[in-house]
């Protein structure tokens, strides 16, 4: 059903007191090492609500890579699409504070490597796949290219995160663009100055996108297309870790999509299973089976 290109990425967390200025060390935690990346957690979170889900994406022949594969597989996913060397696995080293505010350095290591080679060597993976789902932490022209492979009569979904302007050629082809108020704003840059959020999704919408989705945290989400802005109602929980829960929200969209749904059911239905995966600690780990998802 569904086909995510993206990054893969040990997260590697350790609690501290306060965090170490230049030239200066601290004691912390001990150090717990989570599968993680946009592309992985969107793979997973797809696989757990039932898709049919297959992975492209590149890491290294090390432990973190092995650690990646097992959770993939460990959820359902197909990891033909999964290439091993050419770099470390990417890493994000997180350090958090007991207020909760975390400070992160990503190194993409393999995800850097995800060459646009490596799209047109998936081609079967494309053909079988009624949904595409991208982000851009692996190089913009590998995103490109998977917006080029796209099968006949595919959808292609894209989560801009981290955002960077987009080429017009990858705007096009999203359907839709998935963004929270802060990837709406860089993308957007100095026209987003000002306005709701709807205006935001106008303004994106007219960039090129066939349809935009702008997700609002807590206050659930917008979906614009030609037959104009709606309001997905946010679902009320008691939320102790929001990571994670946009990837599992563009999942859910993309597989409901893939399975014929409208839009603005499909958002509702990705609103849902966001709101179960902030319920819930970690990334990967809060992410909701369809069974979860109807007892909300
Ligand atoms: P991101 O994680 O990319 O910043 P959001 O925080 O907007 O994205 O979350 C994605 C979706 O998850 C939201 O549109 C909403 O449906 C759901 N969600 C996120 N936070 C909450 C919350 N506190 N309560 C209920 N739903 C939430």
Do not use: M
Not at 101 to 109: E, H, L, R
Not at 172 to 185: G, M, Q, R, S, T
Not at 215 to 240: C, F, I, M, Y
Request: proline share 6%.
């Amino acid at each position: 059903d569904l086909l995510v290109v993206g990054s893969a990425n040990a997260d590697l967390v350790i609690g501290v007191e306060r965090r170490p200025g230049a030239g200066e060390t601290v004691l912390g935690s001990d150090l717990a090492v989570h599968p993680g990346g946009k592309g992985a957690n969107q793979a997973v979170a797809a696989a757990r609500l039932g898709a049919r889900t297959a992975l492209l994406a590149r890491v290294g022949d090390d432990t973190h890579g092995r650690l990646l594969l097992d959770a993939q597989r460990a959820s359902g996913v197909d990891t033909v699409g999964v290439l091993v060397g050419g770099a470390p696995t990417g890493v994000a080293l997180i350090t958090v504070d007991p207020s909760g505010d975390n400070s992160i350095v990503v190194s993409p290591g393999a995800n850097a490597r995800l060459t646009p080679g490596d799209v047109r060597a998936a081609a079967s993976l494309f053909q079988a796949s009624r949904v595409v789902s991208a982000q851009l932490e692996i190089p913009l022209e590998t995103v490109v290219e998977t917006v080029r492979n796209l099968a006949e009569g595919s959808r292609f979904v894209l989560n801009p995160s981290p955002p960077r302007p987009l080429p017009t050629e990858v705007l096009a082809a999203c359907d839709p663009l998935i963004v929270n108020e802060h990837e709406a704003k860089v993308i957007l840059g100095d026209s987003a100055v000002g306005g709701s959020p709807e205006d935001r999704a106008r303004i994106l919408l007219a960039k090129g996108p066939r349809s935009v989705v702008v997700t609002l945290g807590a206050e659930g989400a917008l979906v614009a297309s030609a037959q104009g802005v709606t309001r997905v109602a946010p679902v009320k929980v008691d939320a102790v870790d929001t990571t994670g829960a946009g990837d599992a929200f563009t999942a859910a969209l993309a597989w409901r999509l893939g399975r014929g749904a409208a839009l603005t059911e499909a958002a509702a239905y990705a609103a849902r299973v966001g709101a179960v995966a902030v319920t819930r600690e970690g990334a990967q780990a809060s992410f909701p089976t369809a069974a979860e998802v109807e007892a909300l």
